[in-house]
């Protein structure tokens, strides 16, 4: 049960009266104030809608709830349920207390009168341009429910891809973090400890590559406390510069060329384009809207730049395929599948070979990029250890050449 602030006016007195009550959504809350004769003027979720920090990480609203959201809606509205029923319906089945709220207010509005994409659109932090163009061309057709099933279906192969791309990440990104970790323990702890046995011995001189890593081991724990500030600040800087609009040209641009990520996110961008392209276009939805949407769920600055330059070439007359050609941030396969696809008019057809082409290669990709890594990481890993035990049994060996251990 959620709690509900409202706002209401009494129907016979034309008093305004505000007061909370329990209810499972907010169309429930609109129901339960109408039954005790007032007509609602505002209901706000209390601690929804201004979550606290803490409570928008808790209840934040994931693809999968989304999906789920999709796929209940498709079977339900093909079961010939009407959309306000079939909201009730996935309504109390969702866990999701954020979720409940958001259904709840799509509720409210459809039981205004509002159409269901208009509805979807108060919500952006949810519902992305994606699943708005989708469903509203859904209502145009008369094929609502086939609509969410393509939602859903794009959906989960955005979600499969971005969780392949995260997973072929996290595996050197672990091993960094497990390498720079002993490093620091070797570096803090052991070291110092050469140097104490060592300081004593008359004769004794610690190797320059002891002497340069001991140097790093008293500044590390004499300005820890810095180095952590440095550390914080390097990062906000980043975060900061990666928002702006040169920072996202950097990045995306290093994501495009950098090896051996480049190729890998240049065949996601290929398979997202194609994809979400395929989605839209069996839904009916217009070649410009397409392209206009696709360019905002790239989430790349060069890619969508290439495709805003081909919607004003589309525009002028030219074909899709014609304006994509050369294009140095689309792979010639696309506008290759795409010409084939206009000539033959199976333009969709070609788009979702072409995804599922791309969705192939981003495996292959993945694995080709695991196969390099491991040893090159087990190479990075061996010469840090090399360098740490050197560093430790040097001295030794040259107290030894010196005849000072007996």
């Known amino acids: 049960m959620l709690t509900f602030e409202y706002e209401a006016k009494n129907a016979k007195t034309g008093e305004k009266i505000k007061a909370t009550l329990q209810a499972d959504s907010e169309a429930s809350a609109a129901k339960l104030i109408r039954e005790q004769s007032l007509v609602p003027l505002d209901i706000r979720a209390v ?156 004769g004794a001189h610690l190797p320059l590559l002891t002497v340069v890593l001991l ?82 769920a790239i989430n790349n600055v060069h890619v969508e730049a290439s495709i805003n330059k081909a919607i004003e070439k589309v525009k002028g007359g030219k074909s899709l395929s014609e304006s994509l050609t050369g294009d140095p941030n689309f792979l010639t396969l696309v506008p290759n599948m795409l010409k084939i696809g206009e000539q033959s008019g199976a333009l969709e057809d070609m788009m979702e070979k072409t995804a599922d082409y791309y969705e192939k290669e981003v495996d292959n990709q993945i694995k080709t990029i695991s196969t390099i890594i491991e040893p090159m990481m087990m190479v990075v890993l061996g010469i840090s250890a090399f360098i740490i035990v050197a560093a430790v049994l040097l001295p030794i060996y040259g107290l030894a050449g010196q005849n000072i251990i007996k």
């Open 47 to 202: 601690g929804s809608g201004g979550f606290t920090f803490l409570g928008k990480f808790r209840n934040r609203i994931s693809v999968k709830d989304k999906i789920l959201f999709s796929r209940q809606m498709s079977t339900l509205i093909n079961a010939g349920l009407p959309l306000v029923q079939s909201l009730r319906q996935v309504d109390e089945q969702t866990d999701n207390k954020a979720f409940k709220v958001v259904i709840g207010k799509i509720i409210t509005d459809v039981e205004g009168g509002l159409a269901f994409s208009k509805a979807l659109a108060k919500h952006p932090e949810v519902f992305n341009n994606i699943y708005i163009n989708l469903i509203e061309a859904g209502e145009v057709s008369g094929t609502l429910d086939m609509a969410l099933s393509r939602i859903a279906t794009q959906q989960e192969k955005d979600a499969d891809i971005i969780s392949k791309v995260r997973g072929a990440m996290a595996y050197p990104a672990i091993v960094m973090l497990v390498m720079i970790g002993v490093l620091g323990f070797m570096i803090v702890k052991v070291l110092p400890q050469v140097e104490v046995i060592y300081r004593d011995l008359p």
């Open 215 to 296: 140097s790093i081991s008293h500044f590390t724990i004499k300005y820890w406390w810095l180095m952590l500030i440095l550390l914080g600040l390097a990062i906000f800087a980043t975060t900061r510069y990666a928002r702006t609009v040169g920072g996202k040209q950097v990045i995306d641009l290093w994501k495009m060329k950098a090896w051996p990520m480049g190729p890998l996110f240049m065949k996601v961008y290929m398979a997202r384009f194609s994809r979400t392209g395929t989605t839209l276009v069996a839904s009916g939805v217009p070649l410009i809207k397409v392209l206009e949407v696709v360019a905002g």
